[in-house]
Structure formats: structure tokens, C-alpha cells
């Protein structure tokens, strides 16, 4: 195979800016006095045989964090962060933290404490014990950051000669762009190496001890994670390289093809020579340091320069010798082996790739495909060459000064993360642009190894795949086993009552009008005494007006504008006094039962008012309205009319115990409170609320209810259903402000997962 | 049991107007000479024994009509409307009409071509012969109107005395309504009696021919059906009533219960017995002559006259005894047996019961409970005391005077309602302001049997009943088969793409922009020559703009905008040029496929582009835009431009085969075309649909595929799916310009009662 020379456009770097990323990220799991994590892998990160995020790589405490790829770093970034939230969650009920460096802060003093993965698969157990005995334990703690890179097949595409076999094409140009990695990469090193320190006792089989205590990345020296410098491997053709990679696994020099840890691994399924026939995927680039002060262990912005540097070597003079590779290992090595502070071991090499990039920096800036200015981003790195001390081994150099302050800034930084981590815990890290419902779904889904794929976050709508079983999902819990028809019959108040009331489930009667002329008309045989005016379609309570007596026609046709201004039918009901329950049913059974009360606090015959109402804003579920289970609640106009007619104003001292109300309306987005009641209600309503639900053909729905007293059994008078809600709020009984929390996400996946064994701990 | 008392106030009139009526229309099909037909009743219509709507009752070609019971005379209408409309279509091919008298035209000279209807029933058979035999043939071709009325539950609940049993009650009121009914109902055939003429052969067995050729009312005279006057029944007391009828049939001077034929019949389940326990549920007023004006058999102001008449009688003393119910019968003989030009048999009672409706009348004009005015209506029927030539009776002598001239009137009646029953086949009549598909879906459902109630008329949305399977439909075909998440899957093109390209489906190459400035700076990198902008969802074509070139920035920006009016995401897609074929996929299979072309018109070499145009528009399946399948071709502003173009005007004559478009989109709407192609496309295109469809999860849609050739197997290159339809315009396969009709409101049943055997001859 001859190799194809072929050169991209400088304008090419508009498509191959679209090459799709995806980061592995490793790190260890301690104890808060630095200790290795000596618990199992949580069961509450799923089952590791089927869960494309959360791995373990060599430790049972190493833990793995698998991004999907995506060409948004947005993207990588939000998944970055959920999987950190979700495990973090675990972490802190284990009293557990994320070591935030490559390299380990503290060793087991017995190296028989650091366990490796308690993996089911056999033979990967066997590997990893086999890597341990002959690389040494110590390494097998070292923790990176893997960056894949897919360039945009588009590109390659545009490029490959008339008549030239894709494939063999798209190789070439993989394989040239890995050859560039392997000679240019001691650049990256230079900027972002960031493991200048390990434990004192820290020793690998092959090198021993580190040839100094500090130096700019321990990992990247000899010292980290190195074959035997024996095996040598050709890059000069993917041949080459598939031949040299099967002779040391025939000769026993590696286990398996896998062992061969170099800075680039082509990608595809296994054995690598399938690679000749079907074409490298992607390129794995393994060298990255964990960047400590990240709390995802790189930041955005070293993602997307990362991504121009690697893109820029498909412009670069191809170094296409095994002597230019070798050359650029040795680069690599003094780089990682030098001290933080000291310059490059070649600027001008680094100065020339810069050039490249820049000038590629130019034409995406024009673009606008950063979301910054990439000139200013590449200009900024540039310095660096000059200014060692800013690097990131410079910084933590200039910190931590000698190895005995590492392990504290490591703690301090774990601790800090972790509290970033746990922030906001009802929410969806990187998912907070979704409603609170679709975000538990996610959430639910990653913890159980369910590959989830945003189809359009805008309208909550993301596809869900277990081994190749595909689910859609909306709005949280809306799926296949809704039909349409339901859906419409909930939606329309007036079709929702014909039903229930065929079903012989008690609603209020009514009738309805289609013109307001027809409305207002009706005054005059008005025989209700209190009642409610409401329009036909609605979901979010707009457009109702409740008279506990008989209005004025002047009020009355004011309450009917009202409605008509919702919809273009009305209806007109009977208004009951009591309780209102909220009844969320799913596939023929009340799951969740809530009460929502309005805007509250309770005295304790010290606080104010306004004091009260602060710590009862405190509660971390509370936020702004829509993004948090339960709203704020204000000081505004509305609240200190209440508190005016109670005699109360927001200096008031209530008495310890007394309930003060700020709001008459109980809606959550004006500071209402929802209360947690499953366990409490008369069995007698859930079976209304099932007969409701089932009239209606709803797979899941919440029924409001609205009765005398919850406790006493459902009578032929003493109840009513009010209507069902095709699109109930879920957070009522996700995250509740008083009672239980009830996992309504995971029964949306229990329902379409039946073959999945859900873990019920959270 | 003592008779209570009771007396509704004047006011009451309010919620008893709100009594729900219905309405039974009997009549016979004829042939085009008014003989009788001989055809079986029509399997189109259903299967008798599961048919609540159209049945036969005494003879084989003697149809009975029956509404669903409604408090609204609109909605009886309608169904009048519709039921006549499917009866008229199947008699149409079978060259037959509907007899719009009372009393026959022409008697078979054969007494034996008189058919009783050809049950299966084998009891109700040999009842229809027992009948045939005693009471004569002649008489069974008898037809009348039955009106029901049950008066409104609420009222009768208000005035039930504290402590008292309610069925007791009801069944007082209800006896004192029959009573005074049977006391009083002469004025009723005084005013509406419409059968002074009969075939001059016309004889019953118990009474022979009539004494005189012409009188008010032949069939409610002794003449008409009437039972041997030997049977005496009380009416004193519904046990009375029990009492003597079951005695009657116990001394087999009645062969059944249902054999006495009373102006009134209590309605319940048999045996009458029940009635006492259980409770008289309505009654059936059973005396009204066909109006052989009115295609239906009764005006609709008739039925509101006849609504006022009968609960009027609850305000006028009750007829208590036995002596005046017999005066009643009594002067009902002697009223139907005058002349038509006769005055009434008492005047002075006639004006007694117009004074209570007149009171009444005020009220309900108060409370504008009648579309116009009661008072005025009352007034003017009571007029008609004083005028008999202008009562129903005296217009027809007036018209025909002698008997020889009662068939031809007929005939010309029969022929002219037939011209209605037919027109605008497309439609149901009656339920004209109902989407086209549910009308279609309805008139399959009444067809076949299934009850159909409207749930929400201005939502299409309409409940089915099939011996109490209970279905929903919405739109004309959305039911429990489909599912929620597939409409929203199919609502939002960014998904319908991502999935269908994940199913190997070829979509159009594009992207979409969440901000209008993101869509703005992506004109730089535009490398599409012809693309397209929509707005991300929708499904009526607003917001489109189809780029053939690449634009100006100053067009591309304008159709951003324009398509950012309509959503707040904008897709951007490769515009591929072709024929568009929708197929209709419904339940993994191609049913139809359709071509829409643009408005046009072909020369026939004589006729000029406008007369051309106006022909078009004659075809009867044009209406106005959304009332019919096509819509009327316009002559307007882009008509001419297009014109203009070719170098034509409306004056040009094209040669014969000419073909000439005057519009460039093909929209329906604007005058398009559509064409079935269910039969002429390669199955490969029909594949890739059901692919579609599946892969969205699917029950039924509407996919959209752009080819170059339909009639070549779809290669990976030679086709692409624009959309899939969740509410896809069912009448451009149910009622194409050109090509075959396809059922597509039969499929929509088929799926949802598969214990139905669908009859396919229409």
C-alpha cells in the first residue's frame, strides 16, 4: 500500500472543526484523611457489565468516567458534570471523595489494600492482576484523562482521490495524524503536565523510583505507565504497526494487545489488524494529566485547545519516519522529566505548530466557532512558552513547593469539588436547562447504565438505549405506553368529566359555553351558590376563577373574559370545599399521593416574620420559580396583604408553633409547599383516582381530588375528582417539602425496562 | 298506592325544557314509479340485529330512523340529516327513493309483495306475520314519527315530596303527562295531521276502507293502526294500566304487550311490570303524520313546538279519569276523520292548553332558551285555529284536492328530498362542522352500527360504542392504538430525522439553529446550492421557504425570519428536486399513496382557461377552501401571473390536452390536485414508508418521499422522506381528484372493532 500524500485547505478547518470528542476521565476514590477508598464500587452506579459511563479501570476505588462524543464541548461538559454529581451523591453518604490528581497523594502503606477491579468478567480480572504483578501496583493507581477525537468523516470524505478506497484513505490520514501526535505531543505536555509530585513511597517494577521528587509530569516521565522499552512498535504504516503489535503479543513481550500502552491507540473493535479492513474509528489520546484545579479534571478551555492543536497536525509536514517518532518520544520524556520551571526543549518547534494553529485560529474565529475568540485562546497558550511558571505544573510548583504539601492541596481540592458536586442534589448536574422531571429521568437512567441521547432539550424529549432496546421519552415520563387519545381526553375538561362521569367517578356538575354570549346568558339561571369558572384546556391553572358565592353579574362576566381569554370554550362548575389531593397514578396503581398547602412558616417566639421566611428559604430544595421543587417565597405585595388581614406585619414575632400563612393560593411557583401524603390516604380514594385513570386510558396521570377528610372512606358525597393532568408536576413527589421523597423517574424506566434489575437504595 | 299531587311552578319550565328528546322516522323505499322496492334492506347499512340507528320495521322496504335521545333539536337534526343522507346514498345506486307520506301511494296490487321484514329474529318474524294476518297488510305500510321525551330527572328530583319514593313519583308524573297527552293530543293532530290521502285500495282488516277518500289523517283515524276496539286499558293508574294490559295478553286478545298501540307507550324494559318498580324511563308519543314537506319527515320548529306542547300538559289539571281519556280518544277519531278544511272539534279547549304554552313561552323566551321566539311560535301555530287550510292537512288538499293526484305530489316530494339527500357526497350531513375524516369516520361508524357520541364537536373528538367496547377517536383517526410519544416524535422534525436516519431512512443532509443570529452566521459556511428553511414544528407548511439557488444573504435572512415567526427552532435542509408522494401508513402497511399537483385546468380546444376553470370547479368533490376534498381553482392575482408566464390569459384557448397549471404550489387549498398513485408506485418506496413509520414508533401517519422516479426501485441516492404526518390529510386518499377512493374511515374501525365484519361495497 502506497501511502497517499493529501493536504486539507486551510478553509477545511470549518468542517473538521465539527470532528466529534468524547473524555475518559479516571480518578481514585478516598477516604477525607487521604486513605484509599476501601469499599466496593457502589451498586447505586449500576451494574459495570452493562454501564457505558461510570467504570472502574485497574482499582476497585479507580473510578472511570466515559463521555458520549459529541463536537460540543457544552456537551462533554455537562455529561462531565453528572456523572460526577451522580457518583459524588454516593461518595458523600460513604463519606468518600474524588482525588483530584493523577498521581496518588497516599499510598497503602500494604500494597495488598490496593484492590484491583471486582470484576465479574474473568478475564479481565485476570488482566488486571497480571498488570499488577508485572508493572507494579503502585502505578496501577495513576489516574488521566483520555481524549478521543473522531475527525468529521465529511472532510476525509472531500479529500479522498477519485477512485481511492475510503478506507484505506481515512487510515492514511488517521495514521499520519497519530504520527504527528507522537512527535509534537511533548508540547501539550509542556502546557498543561500537571503531575509533578506522588507519594514518597510511590515505585514502579520496570524503573523503580522517579530520578527526583519533582518534576513536570510523573505520570508522562518513564516512571508512569510504560511498556518495557524492549518492545518496539512501528508507526511509519498502519501495517507496520498492526505486524510489530502482533509479534510482541505472539512473543509473549505483551499479555494481550491491549498492554500496549502508547500516547495514541487506534480505535475499532479488537484484534487491531481489523483495522486494515474496516478503518480506524477514532483516535484515543491517552497522555493527559488530571488538571487539579478542575473540578471535571480539565476545563472547557483545554478541551477545545486540545482539540486545535490535534486538528492542527493534519497541517503539519507528516512526520512520517520511525526515527521522527522516537525523536518525538524523546522530547516527551525530557519534557515530562523536566523541572516545571524550565523553558521548552524546543521553541521553535512549538512556536512553528503555533503558527499553524493560529492561522487555522483565524479562519474559526471568522466563523465564529468559538464560542470565545480562539486567536486570543491560542495567543494566550503561546505565552506560556515563555512563561513556564504559569503552566499548570509551573502553578502547582509554585503552590505546593515541596512534595509534603501535596497531599494537602490535593485534600483541600477534593473537598472543595465535592462541594461543587453536591450542590443543588435535585437537580441534574449540566441537565439544569431541563425540566426537574426529564433531569431525574437522565439521572436514573445513567446511574443504571441506560445510554441516554438529548433528540431535543428544548422540548425535554431524549432517546433511551439498553443493549440496542430503544425508548423515547418526553417531559419525563410520557412514553410508547401513553396513547394519544388519552392524552387528548385529559386535556379537554369537558370530555375528561363526560368520562369519569360515565365511569361513575364523582365531578362536580357543570356545564359549558361556547360563546360568552351563551355565558353570560346563563346568569339568570344560575342555580349554584358556589362555583367555578374555568377554561376547557388548561394545564396550568390560568384563566379559573372559584366564587364561594353566588357573584354579581358584573363579576361574574369579568371571571367569564377571563376564561374566554384561555379558550374559546368555558365551563361552569360546582365549587367543592376540602382538601385537594393530587393522586399520581401509573399503570393502574396510585403511586404517589401529595397535598399542596400555601406559602407558610411557623413561629418559634424569636424570629420575624421576615426572619422566618429566610430560613425557610434556606431549605435547599427551594429556588427560583420552575427551577428548584419548591419556589422562594417573597415579601412582595401579595404576602403582606395576608399577613395585614391576620394582624400581622414582617417584624412580627409569632409564637412558637402558630402558622403563618403569606399566600391564599397553594401554587408551588408562588412559594406553596407541597406535603408528602401516600401513606396516609383512605384506600378508598386511590381506588377512585385508578378508576379515573383507567376510564381516561391513562398510563400515568395525576388525579386531583378534592375531599372532606382524606381519612374516612370515599362516600357517594364526599369527594370529587377535579380533573387529571396528562403532564403532572412530578417534583411534587420527587422532592416534596415535608415527607417522603418518591422516585418517580425510575418507575418511568422500570415501566419501559422491565429486563433491568433496578437498584431501589436511593 | 294514593295518587300525590304536584304542581310545577311556572319557573320549572327552565330545566324542563332541558328534557331530552328523540325522534324515530319511519318510511318506506319506493322505486322511481312508486311501487315498492323489492330490494333486501341493504347490507351497507349495517347489520340489523347491532344497528341502534336505521332498522326496518314492519315491512322489508319500510325504514325506521333513530336519534340518540338529545335535549337539543339541533343535534336530532343532524342525525336526521346524516341517517337519511347513508340510506339515500345506497338507494341512489339502486335506483330507489324514500316515500314521504304517512299513508302509501301505490299498494302492490299482490298483497304478497308486501315483505315483512326479513329478520333474523325469528320471534319478531313470526310477530310481523301474526300482525300481517290480523290486522291486514295494508296497514303495516303505515309510517309515522315517534317522539320521545324524557322529561329532566332534576326537575322531577326538585319537586319529589321529603320522605317520598322517587320512582313513585317519577311515575306519577309521568301517568298525569300520558294522560293529559291522550286527553288533549286532538289539537296536535288538528294542526300537524298529514295523511288525508291512500292508494284508493287501501283497506284494514278490522275496519275495512276508509268512509271517505279524504280526511285530516287517515292513519290516526279508525282506519290507521289501531287495535280491536274491544281491548280496554286504564290509564287511571299505572298498576291499572299493568293490570289490564296484562290481562289483555293473558285472554290473547293481544299476542304480546307491544301489541297495543296507544298514542303513548310507557318506555322501559319489558315486561310492562317493571315499569312499576323500576320506573318509567321515557315515554313515546307515538301519533305524528310524516310531513311530506320536510325531508326529514318534521321540522325542527315542529319538534320545539311539540316539546312545549307536552310539558304544557303538566301544567293543565290532570285528566284523571277514565271518562276523559275516552273523550280524549274520542275527539282524536273525530279530528283525524274531518276534513281538512274543518275547524277544530273545540275550539275553546284548543285556546285553554295555547294559553298555558303561552305563558310558558314567555319564560323560555326570557331565558332565550329557544333560537327564536317562543311567544311568536306559539302564536302563530295558534293562529292556525282559526285557519284550518293553513294546517298541514289543509295545505295538502289545498294542493293535491283530489286523491288522483296524492302519488304524483309524492313522487315530486320523494325526488326533490332525494336531490338533497344526495348532495356533497363527501361530507355527512348534518355533521358538516366536523373535520372531513371524522365525518367519514361517523358515517362508517352509523353504517356499521357503532353508537357514536359527540364528545367535543369544535375537537373532532367523538366517542364509539359497540355493544359497550368503548373507543375514542380524535382527528378523524387518532385512538388508543397510537402513542403519545410517537406524535410528539413525528410534531418535531429534528427528532422525526435523527431517528429515521438512525433507521438507515435517507432524510435530507441539514441542521437546525436554536437563535436567529446562530442561523444568520451560518450563511458563511452555506455549502448547499438548494435547500429549504422551515420552522422545527410544524404541520401545515407555514414558515417554509424552498431555495432552488443559493440565496442573497439579504433572501436568506428573510426566510429565517420568516420561519423564526413560527418556532423557536429553524431547520436548514438540502432541498431535493422530484415527485412528493404521501403515502398513508396505518399499522405497519402502505394503505394509499396520493400525488398532489398544482391547481390546473387541460383544453379541450374549444373552451377558453376561465370556462375551462369554471368546469373544473363544477366537479362536485370542489368546495370552498377546507369545506371539501378540492377546493374551487381561483381566478386571482397568482392564477393570472402564472397565466402571464406561459403567455396565456383567462380568454386563451388551449388545444385540446393542453395542459395548463395556474398555480405553482400544489396545495389543496389553493386549488391542487390530488391523485391516487396507491397502485402505480415500486413496493420498495412503500417500504421505506413502513420503515418510517416503525422506526416512529408509529400507528398511523403520514410519510412524505421525494423521488425522482416512483415507478424505479428506491436506490440509496435516488429518494429522501421529508416528514412523517401525525394528522395527515385523510381526504386526499378517501375522495382524490383522480384515481381510486380509499376507505380510510373504515380502515380507522377495522383496527379498533376487529369483531366487526366491515362490509366493503362502498
Same mark, same amino acid.
Given at each position: ?32 484523611? +487521604? ?10 452506579? +449500576? ?32 455529561? &462531565? ?21 493523577? =498521581? ?80 509534537? /505531543? ?60 502482533? %509479534? ?32 480506524? *474509528? ?59 520551571? *524550565? ?39 503561546? /505565552? ?26 490535593? =485534600? ?10 453536591? %450542590? ?43 443493549? +440496542? ?72 391553572? &390560568? ?28 365551563? &361552569? ?14 399503570? +393502574? ?55 395585614? %388581614? ?35 390516604? *383512605? ?62 423517574? /425510575? ?16
Amino acid at each position: 500500500m502506497a501511502k497517499q500524500t493529501f493536504s486539507f485547505n486551510q478553509a477545511d478547518i470549518v468542517t473538521l472543526w465539527a470532528s466529534t470528542i468524547g473524555i475518559e476521565r479516571e480518578t481514585l476514590r478516598i477516604n477525607h484523611d +487521604g486513605s484509599s477508598a476501601q469499599t466496593p464500587h457502589s451498586p447505586e452506579w +449500576g451494574d459495570r457489565n452493562h454501564q457505558p459511563y461510570i467504570q472502574t479501570d485497574f482499582g476497585e476505588n479507580q473510578l472511570e468516567f466515559i463521555t458520549p462524543p459529541s463536537s460540543s464541548t457544552d456537551e462533554i461538559l455537562q455529561w &462531565l458534570a453528572a456523572l460526577h454529581q451522580i457518583v459524588a451523591q454516593t461518595n458523600e453518604k460513604q463519606g468518600e471523595l474524588l482525588w483530584p490528581f493523577s =498521581m496518588p497523594g497516599k499510598i497503602p502503606t500494604n500494597r495488598d489494600d490496593i484492590k484491583v477491579a471486582q470484576l465479574t468478567n474473568q478475564t479481565e480480572l485476570h488482566y488486571r492482576e497480571h498488570l499488577a504483578d508485572y508493572y507494579g501496583k503502585d502505578v496501577q493507581l495513576l489516574s488521566g484523562i483520555h481524549y478521543n477525537l473522531k475527525i468529521n468523516p465529511a472532510t476525509i470524505e472531500k479529500h479522498c482521490p477519485a477512485g481511492a478506497d475510503y478506507i484505506e484513505f481515512s487510515n492514511q490520514v488517521y495514521s499520519k495524524l497519530a504520527r504527528n501526535f507522537m512527535r509534537y /505531543r511533548w508540547i501539550l505536555t509542556y502546557l498543561l503536565g500537571a503531575a509533578p509530585f506522588v507519594d514518597e513511597s510511590y515505585a514502579t517494577n520496570l524503573y523503580g523510583k522517579p530520578h527526583t521528587p519533582i518534576m513536570r509530569s510523573i505520570r508522562q516521565s518513564r516512571y508512569g505507565y510504560q511498556n518495557h522499552p524492549s518492545i518496539q512498535i512501528s508507526y511509519e504504516s498502519l501495517e507496520a504497526f498492526v505486524n510489530d503489535l502482533e %509479534a510482541a503479543v505472539e512473543s509473549k513481550a505483551l499479555s494481550v494487545e491491549k498492554e500496549l500502552y502508547r500516547d495514541v491507540r487506534f480505535r475499532r473493535a479488537q484484534p487491531v489488524r481489523q483495522l486494515i479492513e474496516q478503518g480506524i *474509528n477514532y483516535l484515543e489520546f491517552r497522555n493527559f494529566d488530571i488538571n487539579p484545579f478542575a473540578p471535571y479534571g480539565i476545563w472547557q478551555e483545554d478541551m477545545e485547545f486540545i482539540r486545535l492543536f490535534i486538528l492542527s497536525l493534519l497541517y503539519i509536514e507528516d512526520a512520517a519516519t520511525d526515527e521522527a517518532i522516537d525523536l518525538g518520544q524523546d522530547y516527551q520524556f525530557k519534557t515530562a522529566e523536566d523541572h516545571p520551571l *524550565n523553558p521548552p526543549i524546543n521553541i521553535s518547534e512549538a512556536e512553528m505548530v503555533f503558527a499553524v494553529m493560529r492561522e487555522l485560529a483565524v479562519i474559526l474565529d471568522e466563523h465564529q466557532l468559538y464560542k470565545g475568540s480562539m486567536v486570543a485562546l491560542v495567543d494566550k497558550k503561546g /505565552r506560556l512558552l515563555n512563561q513556564p511558571e504559569l503552566t499548570l505544573s509551573g502553578q502547582l510548583f509554585e503552590i505546593v513547593q515541596t512534595p509534603d504539601n501535596f497531599l494537602s492541596l490535593g =485534600m483541600e481540592l477534593a473537598e472543595e469539588h465535592q462541594r461543587t458536586y453536591i %450542590a443543588h442534589p435535585y437537580s441534574l448536574h449540566g441537565f439544569e436547562s431541563f425540566e426537574l422531571s426529564t433531569q431525574d429521568v437522565i439521572k436514573e437512567a445513567i446511574r443504571h447504565g441506560i445510554e441516554v441521547t438529548v433528540i431535543d432539550a428544548k422540548e425535554n424529549l431524549i432517546k433511551l438505549d439498553y443493549d +440496542g432496546h430503544v425508548e423515547f421519552v418526553k417531559n419525563g415520563n410520557m412514553t410508547r405506553h401513553d396513547s394519544l387519545i388519552s392524552y387528548f381526553l385529559m386535556e379537554n375538561k369537558i370530555a375528561t368529566k363526560v368520562i369519569l362521569d360515565e365511569a361513575a367517578v364523582r365531578v362536580p356538575a357543570g356545564l359549558s359555553f361556547n360563546t360568552f354570549e351563551e355565558g353570560r346568558t346563563y346568569y339568570s339561571q344560575l342555580t349554584l351558590d358556589a362555583f367555578v369558572i374555568k377554561p376547557k384546556n388548561t394545564n396550568y391553572g &390560568l384563566g379559573i376563577t372559584i366564587f364561594e358565592e353566588k357573584p354579581t353579574l358584573d363579576r361574574y362576566v369579568k371571571a367569564l373574559e377571563f376564561a374566554f381569554a384561555e379558550d374559546d370554550t368555558v365551563l &361552569l362548575e360546582a365549587f367543592a370545599k376540602g382538601t385537594e389531593l393530587r393522586f399520581y397514578v401509573q399503570e +393502574g396503581e396510585v403511586k404517589a399521593i401529595v397535598e399542596r398547602q400555601p406559602a407558610q412558616v411557623i413561629g418559634d417566639g424569636q424570629s420575624t416574620v421576615s426572619q422566618l421566611i429566610d430560613q425557610t428559604n434556606a431549605d435547599p430544595l427551594r429556588g427560583k420559580k420552575h427551577l428548584a421543587p419548591l419556589t422562594f417565597i417573597e415579601k412582595g405585595e401579595a404576602e403582606m396583604a395576608l399577613l395585614d %388581614a391576620a394582624g400581622l406585619s414582617l417584624e412580627s414575632i409569632p409564637d412558637s408553633g402558630q402558622l403563618v400563612y403569606l399566600r391564599r393560593n397553594s401554587n408551588i411557583s408562588t412559594g406553596g409547599l407541597s406535603i408528602d401524603r401516600t401513606d396516609e390516604v *383512605n384506600a378508598s380514594y386511590k381506588f377512585i383516582a385508578v378508576t379515573a385513570a383507567n376510564a381516561l386510558g391513562a398510563n400515568f396521570c395525576g388525579v386531583d381530588i378534592i375531599m372532606e377528610d382524606y381519612s374516612v372512606a370515599a362516600s357517594n358525597t364526599n369527594y370529587h375528582v377535579i380533573e387529571a393532568n396528562f403532564n403532572p408536576m412530578i417534583t411534587l413527589h420527587r422532592y416534596p417539602g415535608v415527607g417522603k421523597q418518591r422516585p418517580v423517574g /425510575r418507575w418511568v424506566l422500570e415501566q419501559l425496562y422491565p429486563e433491568i434489575e433496578f437498584n431501589t437504595t436511593f
